[in-house]
Nanobody, 125 residues
């Protein structure tokens, strides 16, 4: 049974930082492509960063240079460091794991099988 549990969301002012965590059980984060997505009210789910099992990362232009994905092997946890946050970053943030090991990373929701419950991030101006 795979479990992904996000934490670290909250409310910050524009320009602030947050670090989200995604604790995994039932799979090893270093052997799967993992990603962070977000969903704002009335909008679709948007990929904000992905990490391949080999360690390479990809980001959309909207967050490039501000968001960074990392992982901790010992804690089997995926992180999303978010700096210089903007009001448009307000959303529920989800972590996700791919369907199988060694699958290429992507920013498309359909490429991910396992999802966490989400954590709210609110950025005020």
């Amino acid at each position: 049974q795979v479990g992904l549990v996000e934490s670290g969301g909250g409310s910050v002012q524009a320009g602030g930082s947050l670090r989200l965590s995604c604790a995994a059980s039932g799979l090893t984060v270093s052997t799967y492509s993992m990603a962070w997505f977000r969903q704002a009210p009335g909008k679709g789910r948007e990929g904000v960063g992905a990490m391949h099992s080999g360690g390479s990362t990809r980001y959309p232009d909207s967050v490039k240079g501000r968001f960074t994905i990392s992982r901790n092997y010992a804690r089997n946890t995926l992180y999303l460091q978010m700096n210089n946050l903007k009001p448009e970053d307000t959303a529920v943030y989800y972590c996700a794991a791919a369907w199988r090991t060694s699958q290429p990373s992507s920013l498309e929701p359909d490429d991910y099988r396992h999802w966490g419950q989400g954590t709210q991030v609110t950025v005020s101006s």
